[in-house]
Protein backbone atom coordinates (compact mmCIF):
# COMPACT_ATOMS: atom_id res chain seq x y z
CA UNK A 1 0.00 0.00 0.00
CA UNK A 2 0.98 3.57 -0.65
CA UNK A 3 1.44 5.96 1.72
CA UNK A 4 0.47 9.92 1.90
CA UNK A 5 3.32 12.38 1.85
CA UNK A 6 2.99 16.06 3.71
CA UNK A 7 6.37 17.78 2.95
CA UNK A 8 7.23 20.35 5.31
CA UNK A 9 5.34 19.53 8.34
CA UNK A 10 5.04 21.64 11.40
CA UNK A 11 5.95 19.67 14.61
CA UNK A 12 4.83 20.67 18.03
CA UNK A 13 6.26 18.82 20.77
CA UNK A 14 8.52 21.26 22.03
CA UNK A 15 9.21 24.67 21.46
CA UNK A 16 11.64 24.37 18.66
CA UNK A 17 8.56 23.82 16.73
CA UNK A 18 10.69 22.85 13.25
CA UNK A 19 8.60 22.91 9.76
CA UNK A 20 10.53 20.94 7.69
CA UNK A 21 9.23 17.56 8.70
CA UNK A 22 8.29 15.02 5.64
CA UNK A 23 5.50 12.79 6.86
CA UNK A 24 4.39 9.82 5.54
CA UNK A 25 0.91 8.69 6.73
CA UNK A 26 -2.35 6.19 5.84
CA UNK A 27 -5.65 6.44 7.22
CA UNK A 28 -4.81 5.46 10.70
CA UNK A 29 -1.24 6.46 11.79
CA UNK A 30 2.02 8.28 10.33
CA UNK A 31 4.34 5.76 9.46
CA UNK A 32 7.70 7.58 9.48
CA UNK A 33 8.43 11.28 10.13
CA UNK A 34 11.77 12.11 8.52
CA UNK A 35 14.30 15.15 9.52
CA UNK A 36 12.36 14.56 13.08
CA UNK A 37 14.18 14.39 16.13
CA UNK A 38 13.84 11.33 18.63
CA UNK A 39 10.90 13.80 20.62
CA UNK A 40 9.57 14.47 17.64
CA UNK A 41 9.73 10.85 15.61
CA UNK A 42 7.76 9.64 18.88
CA UNK A 43 5.05 12.45 18.71
CA UNK A 44 4.40 11.49 15.60
CA UNK A 45 4.39 7.97 15.36
CA UNK A 46 2.57 7.74 18.77
CA UNK A 47 -0.88 9.44 17.75
CA UNK A 48 -3.13 7.42 15.60
CA UNK A 49 -6.39 8.27 14.57
CA UNK A 50 -7.78 5.61 16.57
CA UNK A 51 -10.86 6.17 18.87
CA UNK A 52 -8.69 5.05 22.05
CA UNK A 53 -10.57 6.85 24.19
CA UNK A 54 -14.58 7.69 24.78
CA UNK A 55 -15.53 10.76 23.23
CA UNK A 56 -16.11 12.33 26.68
CA UNK A 57 -16.46 11.39 30.79
CA UNK A 58 -18.58 12.89 33.21
CA UNK A 59 -17.50 11.70 37.01
CA UNK A 60 -15.50 8.62 35.30
CA UNK A 61 -18.45 7.62 33.18
CA UNK A 62 -18.90 7.59 29.34
CA UNK A 63 -20.49 10.44 28.09
CA UNK A 64 -21.87 12.42 25.20
CA UNK A 65 -19.86 15.05 23.52
CA UNK A 66 -22.83 17.18 23.71
CA UNK A 67 -23.81 16.25 27.57
CA UNK A 68 -19.90 17.02 28.76
CA UNK A 69 -19.88 20.98 26.68
CA UNK A 70 -23.27 21.16 28.56
CA UNK A 71 -22.06 20.15 32.05
CA UNK A 72 -18.31 21.99 31.36
CA UNK A 73 -20.60 25.23 30.72
CA UNK A 74 -23.09 24.72 33.87
CA UNK A 75 -20.50 24.03 36.35
CA UNK A 76 -17.90 26.91 34.27
CA UNK A 77 -20.72 29.04 34.61
CA UNK A 78 -22.04 28.31 38.29
CA UNK A 79 -18.50 29.04 39.38
CA UNK A 80 -17.85 32.52 41.16
CA UNK A 81 -13.88 32.18 40.46
CA UNK A 82 -13.36 29.81 37.78
CA UNK A 83 -9.83 29.21 36.49
CA UNK A 84 -8.87 28.80 32.54
CA UNK A 85 -5.29 26.91 32.73
CA UNK A 86 -2.72 25.29 30.50
CA UNK A 87 -2.96 26.65 26.44
CA UNK A 88 0.77 25.06 25.56
CA UNK A 89 -0.43 21.98 23.77
CA UNK A 90 -2.86 23.69 21.53
CA UNK A 91 -3.49 25.69 18.60
CA UNK A 92 -3.76 29.61 18.97
CA UNK A 93 -7.19 29.56 17.37
CA UNK A 94 -8.36 27.50 20.74
CA UNK A 95 -5.99 29.60 22.98
CA UNK A 96 -8.02 32.75 21.53
CA UNK A 97 -11.54 30.76 22.63
CA UNK A 98 -9.92 30.26 26.14
CA UNK A 99 -9.33 33.98 26.09
CA UNK A 100 -13.02 34.46 25.10
CA UNK A 101 -14.04 31.96 27.76
CA UNK A 102 -12.23 33.61 30.82
CA UNK A 103 -13.31 37.01 29.82
CA UNK A 104 -16.78 35.77 29.54
CA UNK A 105 -16.60 34.10 32.88
CA UNK A 106 -15.43 37.06 34.47
CA UNK A 107 -12.50 34.70 35.71
CA UNK A 108 -8.62 33.93 35.92
CA UNK A 109 -6.32 32.82 33.17
CA UNK A 110 -3.10 31.62 32.84
CA UNK A 111 -0.25 29.32 30.73
CA UNK A 112 2.18 27.30 31.50
CA UNK A 113 4.50 30.54 31.73
CA UNK A 114 3.51 30.93 35.39
CA UNK A 115 4.53 27.68 36.56
CA UNK B 1 25.15 31.16 25.75
CA UNK B 2 22.84 28.40 27.03
CA UNK B 3 22.27 28.84 30.66
CA UNK B 4 20.56 26.03 33.11
CA UNK B 5 19.03 24.07 29.83
CA UNK B 6 19.78 21.26 28.21
CA UNK B 7 19.34 21.67 24.38
CA UNK B 8 20.88 17.91 23.54
CA UNK B 9 18.76 16.35 25.02
CA UNK B 10 15.71 18.48 25.50
CA UNK B 11 15.45 20.79 22.37
CA UNK B 12 17.96 18.13 19.90
CA UNK B 13 17.64 20.21 16.50
CA UNK B 14 18.43 23.68 18.19
CA UNK B 15 21.66 23.63 17.44
CA UNK B 16 21.73 22.42 14.10
CA UNK B 17 18.72 24.42 13.01
CA UNK B 18 19.09 27.46 14.71
CA UNK B 19 22.00 28.48 17.15
CA UNK B 20 25.34 27.34 16.22
CA UNK B 21 25.74 25.10 13.12
CA UNK B 22 23.78 27.37 10.46
CA UNK B 23 26.46 28.62 7.59
CA UNK B 24 25.00 32.08 7.03
CA UNK B 25 26.38 35.34 5.06
CA UNK B 26 28.57 36.85 7.95
CA UNK B 27 28.90 33.71 9.53
CA UNK B 28 30.43 31.10 6.58
CA UNK B 29 32.24 28.57 8.05
CA UNK B 30 28.73 27.83 10.36
CA UNK B 31 30.12 26.10 13.74
CA UNK B 32 33.90 27.52 13.38
CA UNK B 33 32.58 31.20 13.21
CA UNK B 34 30.62 31.08 16.60
CA UNK B 35 31.76 30.25 20.32
CA UNK B 36 29.21 28.32 22.69
CA UNK B 37 28.98 28.90 26.06
CA UNK B 38 27.21 26.48 28.18
CA UNK B 39 26.45 27.25 32.16
CA UNK B 40 24.65 24.75 34.33
CA UNK B 41 25.34 23.11 37.48
CA UNK B 42 25.84 19.54 36.10
CA UNK B 43 27.74 18.39 32.80
CA UNK B 44 24.76 17.26 30.71
CA UNK B 45 25.06 15.87 27.27
CA UNK B 46 24.93 19.71 25.61
CA UNK B 47 28.24 20.14 27.63
CA UNK B 48 29.61 18.27 24.79
CA UNK B 49 28.75 20.70 21.95
CA UNK B 50 30.41 23.68 24.02
CA UNK B 51 33.44 25.24 23.49
CA UNK B 52 33.18 26.41 27.09
CA UNK B 53 31.15 24.99 29.43
CA UNK B 54 31.10 26.93 33.08
CA UNK B 55 29.96 24.23 36.27
CA UNK B 56 28.38 26.59 39.05
CA UNK B 57 27.20 25.55 42.34
CA UNK B 58 23.40 25.13 42.77
CA UNK B 59 21.47 27.74 43.41
CA UNK B 60 24.00 30.35 42.77
CA UNK B 61 22.82 31.78 39.35
CA UNK B 62 21.54 34.87 40.58
CA UNK B 63 24.82 35.77 42.06
CA UNK B 64 27.14 34.71 39.16
CA UNK B 65 25.03 36.91 36.81
CA UNK B 66 25.35 39.90 39.10
CA UNK B 67 28.92 39.47 39.38
CA UNK B 68 29.32 39.42 35.60
CA UNK B 69 27.14 42.51 35.44
CA UNK B 70 29.09 44.01 37.63
CA UNK B 71 32.55 43.23 35.81
CA UNK B 72 31.11 44.30 32.16
CA UNK B 73 31.64 47.85 34.07
CA UNK B 74 34.96 46.84 35.27
CA UNK B 75 33.29 47.34 38.96
CA UNK B 76 34.93 45.38 41.71
CA UNK B 77 34.12 41.73 42.89
CA UNK B 78 36.07 40.13 45.17
CA UNK B 79 37.69 36.94 44.87
CA UNK B 80 35.69 35.24 47.42
CA UNK B 81 32.13 36.04 45.94
CA UNK B 82 33.44 34.59 43.02
CA UNK B 83 34.80 31.89 44.59
CA UNK B 84 31.27 31.14 45.64
CA UNK B 85 29.96 30.67 42.47
CA UNK B 86 32.20 27.44 42.08
CA UNK B 87 34.12 29.24 39.48
CA UNK B 88 37.45 31.60 38.96
CA UNK B 89 38.44 34.83 38.27
CA UNK B 90 40.49 34.07 35.11
CA UNK B 91 37.43 31.81 33.47
CA UNK B 92 34.98 35.43 34.24
CA UNK B 93 37.61 37.41 32.50
CA UNK B 94 38.41 35.14 29.91
CA UNK B 95 34.18 34.77 29.45
CA UNK B 96 34.01 39.04 29.52
CA UNK B 97 36.77 39.40 26.94
CA UNK B 98 34.55 36.61 24.46
CA UNK B 99 31.28 38.52 25.15
CA UNK B 100 32.49 41.50 24.37
CA UNK B 101 34.73 40.95 21.35
CA UNK B 102 31.53 39.03 19.70
CA UNK B 103 29.46 40.76 17.35
CA UNK B 104 26.39 39.52 18.44
CA UNK B 105 25.76 37.56 21.38
CA UNK B 106 22.38 35.43 22.02
CA UNK B 107 21.19 34.03 26.19
CA UNK B 108 19.50 31.29 26.12
CA UNK B 109 17.75 30.47 29.35
CA UNK B 110 16.18 27.56 30.64
CA UNK B 111 14.44 25.87 33.38
CA UNK B 112 17.57 25.16 35.52
CA UNK B 113 17.72 29.12 35.69
CA UNK B 114 14.13 30.36 35.72
CA UNK B 115 12.63 27.27 37.85
CA UNK B 116 15.13 27.42 40.60
CA UNK B 117 16.47 29.34 43.82
CA UNK B 118 15.45 33.24 42.08
CA UNK B 119 12.90 31.69 39.77
CA UNK B 120 11.83 35.30 38.19
CA UNK B 121 14.50 36.73 39.89
CA UNK B 122 17.41 35.19 37.97
CA UNK B 123 15.32 35.59 34.72
CA UNK B 124 15.09 39.23 34.99
CA UNK B 125 18.98 39.48 36.62
CA UNK B 126 20.11 37.52 32.79
CA UNK B 127 17.71 40.28 31.11
CA UNK B 128 19.39 43.12 32.48
CA UNK B 129 23.00 41.23 31.94
CA UNK B 130 21.96 41.14 27.99
CA UNK B 131 20.58 44.86 27.95
CA UNK B 132 23.96 45.97 29.67
CA UNK B 133 26.17 43.82 27.12
CA UNK B 134 24.77 46.33 24.52
CA UNK B 135 26.80 49.22 25.35
CA UNK B 136 29.38 47.07 24.31
CA UNK B 137 27.85 44.60 21.03
CA UNK B 138 24.72 43.44 20.76
CA UNK B 139 23.39 40.95 22.72
CA UNK B 140 19.47 39.28 23.23
CA UNK B 141 18.63 36.64 25.58
CA UNK B 142 15.56 34.33 24.84
CA UNK B 143 13.70 31.73 27.16
CA UNK B 144 13.61 28.10 25.96
CA UNK B 145 9.98 27.04 25.40
CA UNK B 146 9.24 23.82 26.67
CA UNK B 147 6.01 22.59 25.05
CA UNK B 148 4.84 23.23 21.96
CA UNK B 149 3.03 26.13 21.73
CA UNK B 150 3.17 27.66 25.09
CA UNK B 151 5.00 30.49 23.27
CA UNK B 152 1.61 31.09 21.28
CA UNK B 153 -0.32 31.52 24.69
CA UNK B 154 1.65 34.28 25.41
CA UNK B 155 1.46 36.27 22.43
CA UNK B 156 -2.41 35.42 22.07
CA UNK B 157 -3.10 36.58 25.97
CA UNK B 158 -0.30 39.53 25.37
CA UNK B 159 -2.70 40.46 21.92
CA UNK B 160 -6.33 39.73 23.78
CA UNK B 161 -5.74 40.89 26.64
CA UNK B 162 -2.56 43.36 27.02
CA UNK B 163 -0.57 40.84 29.38
CA UNK B 164 1.33 37.27 28.52
CA UNK B 165 -0.05 35.33 31.64
CA UNK B 166 -1.38 35.33 35.26
CA UNK B 167 -4.40 37.24 34.16
CA UNK B 168 -7.81 38.17 36.47
CA UNK B 169 -11.05 39.07 34.29
CA UNK B 170 -12.85 39.45 37.69
CA UNK B 171 -13.36 43.30 37.28
CA UNK B 172 -14.97 43.00 33.95
CA UNK B 173 -11.67 44.08 32.66
CA UNK B 174 -7.98 42.19 32.54
CA UNK B 175 -5.53 42.42 35.60
CA UNK B 176 -1.80 41.14 35.82
CA UNK B 177 -0.24 40.07 38.75
CA UNK B 178 2.12 36.74 38.77
CA UNK B 179 2.10 35.56 41.90
CA UNK B 180 -1.39 36.27 43.08
CA UNK B 181 -3.32 35.42 39.51
CA UNK B 182 -0.85 32.68 38.63
CA UNK B 183 -2.18 29.07 38.64
CA UNK B 184 0.26 27.33 41.44
CA UNK B 185 -0.87 30.10 43.36
CA UNK B 186 -4.19 29.82 43.37
CA UNK B 187 -4.58 26.49 43.80
CA UNK B 188 -2.58 25.57 46.67
CA UNK B 189 -4.42 29.22 48.42
CA UNK B 190 -7.12 27.62 47.17
CA UNK B 191 -8.77 30.77 45.49
CA UNK B 192 -10.47 29.59 42.16
CA UNK B 193 -14.13 27.13 42.98
CA UNK B 194 -13.87 25.91 39.52
CA UNK B 195 -11.16 25.00 36.81
CA UNK B 196 -10.55 24.67 33.06
CA UNK B 197 -7.57 22.50 32.05
CA UNK B 198 -6.67 22.66 28.62
CA UNK B 199 -4.02 21.07 26.80
CA UNK B 200 -1.91 20.60 30.01
CA UNK B 201 -1.72 18.19 32.81
CA UNK B 202 -0.99 19.73 36.48
CA UNK B 203 -2.21 16.60 37.80
CA UNK B 204 0.98 15.14 36.94
CA UNK B 205 3.19 18.24 37.05
CA UNK B 206 1.93 20.53 39.88
CA UNK B 207 2.63 20.57 43.58
CA UNK B 208 0.35 17.73 45.88
CA UNK B 209 -1.49 21.01 47.81
CA UNK B 210 -2.44 22.40 44.03
CA UNK B 211 -3.57 18.98 42.96
CA UNK B 212 -5.20 18.70 46.11
CA UNK B 213 -7.39 21.61 45.56
CA UNK B 214 -8.27 20.09 41.95
CA UNK B 215 -9.59 17.47 43.66
CA UNK B 216 -12.35 19.18 45.60
CA UNK B 217 -12.73 21.87 42.76
CA UNK B 218 -15.09 20.93 39.58
CA UNK B 219 -12.65 20.25 37.14
CA UNK B 220 -12.82 20.36 33.52
CA UNK B 221 -10.55 18.82 30.98
CA UNK B 222 -9.94 19.09 27.61
CA UNK B 223 -6.82 16.63 26.04
CA UNK B 224 -6.10 14.05 23.26
CA UNK B 225 -5.66 11.68 26.56
CA UNK B 226 -6.66 10.66 29.77
CA UNK B 227 -4.14 12.78 31.58
CA UNK B 228 -3.66 12.46 35.60
CA UNK B 229 -5.88 15.47 35.74
CA UNK B 230 -8.61 13.93 33.72
CA UNK B 231 -8.77 10.91 36.65
CA UNK B 232 -9.55 13.76 39.27
CA UNK B 233 -11.78 16.02 36.72
CA UNK B 234 -15.61 15.85 36.72
CA UNK B 235 -15.75 16.47 33.10
CA UNK B 236 -13.03 14.79 30.92
CA UNK B 237 -13.47 15.75 26.22
CA UNK B 238 -11.15 13.77 24.30
CA UNK B 239 -10.36 16.36 21.53
CA UNK B 240 -7.64 15.72 18.37
CA UNK B 241 -4.19 16.44 18.75
CA UNK B 242 -2.99 19.71 17.36
CA UNK B 243 -0.41 19.73 14.20
CA UNK B 244 -1.38 15.61 13.75
CA UNK B 245 -5.01 15.50 13.55
CA UNK B 246 -6.04 19.15 14.17
CA UNK B 247 -5.08 22.43 11.98
CA UNK B 248 -4.32 25.93 13.72
CA UNK B 249 -1.12 28.00 14.03
CA UNK B 250 1.38 27.20 16.74
CA UNK B 251 4.52 29.83 17.63
CA UNK B 252 8.27 29.14 17.50
CA UNK B 253 9.96 29.92 20.50
CA UNK B 254 11.01 33.49 18.65
CA UNK B 255 7.68 34.19 18.26
CA UNK B 256 7.33 33.41 14.34
CA UNK B 257 3.58 31.54 13.89
CA UNK B 258 4.00 28.53 11.69
CA UNK B 259 0.89 26.70 9.74
CA UNK B 260 -0.38 23.12 11.22
CA UNK B 261 -0.41 20.35 8.64
CA UNK B 262 -2.53 17.85 10.14
CA UNK B 263 -1.64 14.36 8.57
CA UNK B 264 -4.63 12.29 10.20
CA UNK B 265 -8.43 12.69 10.35
CA UNK B 266 -9.49 12.17 13.97
CA UNK B 267 -12.68 10.98 15.12
CA UNK B 268 -12.53 14.07 18.06
CA UNK B 269 -13.76 17.46 17.86
CA UNK B 270 -10.61 19.97 17.84
CA UNK B 271 -9.97 22.10 21.11
CA UNK B 272 -10.83 25.23 19.18
CA UNK B 273 -14.68 23.63 18.34
CA UNK B 274 -15.23 22.05 22.13
CA UNK B 275 -14.18 25.51 23.63
CA UNK B 276 -16.16 27.70 20.97
CA UNK B 277 -19.20 25.52 22.01
CA UNK B 278 -18.60 25.58 25.54
CA UNK B 279 -18.41 29.57 25.14
CA UNK B 280 -21.55 29.47 22.68
CA UNK B 281 -23.40 27.09 25.88
CA UNK B 282 -22.45 29.99 28.55
CA UNK B 283 -23.53 32.58 26.55
CA UNK B 284 -27.08 31.37 27.01
CA UNK B 285 -26.92 31.44 30.56
CA UNK B 286 -27.75 34.83 32.17
CA UNK B 287 -24.36 36.98 32.38
CA UNK B 288 -22.10 36.97 35.65
CA UNK B 289 -22.61 40.32 36.79
CA UNK B 290 -26.27 41.97 37.17
CA UNK B 291 -27.55 44.02 34.35
CA UNK B 292 -26.53 47.92 35.26
CA UNK B 293 -23.18 46.86 37.04
CA UNK B 294 -21.06 45.19 34.09
CA UNK B 295 -18.04 47.39 33.17
CA UNK B 296 -19.06 50.25 30.09
CA UNK B 297 -16.65 51.72 27.06
CA UNK B 298 -16.37 55.06 28.00
CA UNK B 299 -17.35 56.56 24.82
CA UNK B 300 -18.39 60.04 25.59
CA UNK B 301 -15.42 62.54 27.12
CA UNK B 302 -16.45 64.07 30.48
Known amino acids: ?115 | MYWGGNPAECHPRHFTKYTIMQKSKFLPRGRKDRTMVLVDIRETKSANAADIFLQIKPGKDFELITILRAMIKDEYVADEQINATGLTRETLDDLIRRMKAAKFGCMFFGMGLSMTRGKHMNSAALLMLAAEMNAFTKFVAMPMRGHGNVTGADVIMRWQTGYPFGISFNRGYPRYNPGEFSTVDVLVRGDCDAAFIIGADPGGTMPQPAIDHLKRIPTIVLDPHITHTSALARVHITTAPQGIAAPGTAYRMDELPMPLKPALKSPYPSDEEVVRRINEAIARKPFWLPDGSQPQMLTRQV
Open chain 1, 1 to 115: MSLSVINNATCTFCGCVCDDIQLHHDEMRIHKANKACVLGTAWFLNHTAEKKYPMALIDGREASLDDAIEMAATLLHEADMPLVYGMSNTTCEAQKECVALADQLGGLLDSHTSL
